[in-house]
């Protein structure tokens, strides 16, 4: 999952110095399978109208997170509680910011 630019954010965790164990590179292997059903699951919804194109897009960004957090289960929950209002919040600006409703 990348976006407008097709930079994959995976790829880029992988360069950093705190990704260097076989479990670490195995969660972002399990991160990047996250995502592909994230976008065959939105590529998959009916698109009958705007408001039914938004609903869509919120649930398919919701369901991502969910596995997301369900990979994370050794974090607090406070940490997961925080992690789902960023990455919810950060995906959904910016797909709105880099890729325009039509």
């Known amino acids: 999952m990348g976006w407008k630019w097709g930079i994959k954010w995976t790829d880029e965790f992988r360069k950093l110095k705190y990704f ?16 592909d059903i994230h976008d065959i699951d939105f590529e998959n919804k009916t698109w009958i109208t705007i408001l039914k194109s938004i ?13 997301l957090l369900r990979l994370l289960h050794w974090t607090t929950v406070l940490w997961r509680l ?4 960023v990455a919810f919040w950060g995906l959904n600006i910016f797909w709105i910011k880099y890729f325009n409703w039509k």
Do not use: A
Request: aromatic share 12%; glycine share 0%; hydrophobic share 40%.
């Open 20 to 35: 260097k164990s076989t479990e670490e590179q195995e969660l972002l292997d399990d991160f990047n399978l996250v995502s």
């Open 55 to 67: 609903s869509n897009f919120l649930k398919s960004n919701y369901d991502l997170i969910i596995r």
């Open 82 to 85: 925080l992690i789902f209002i």
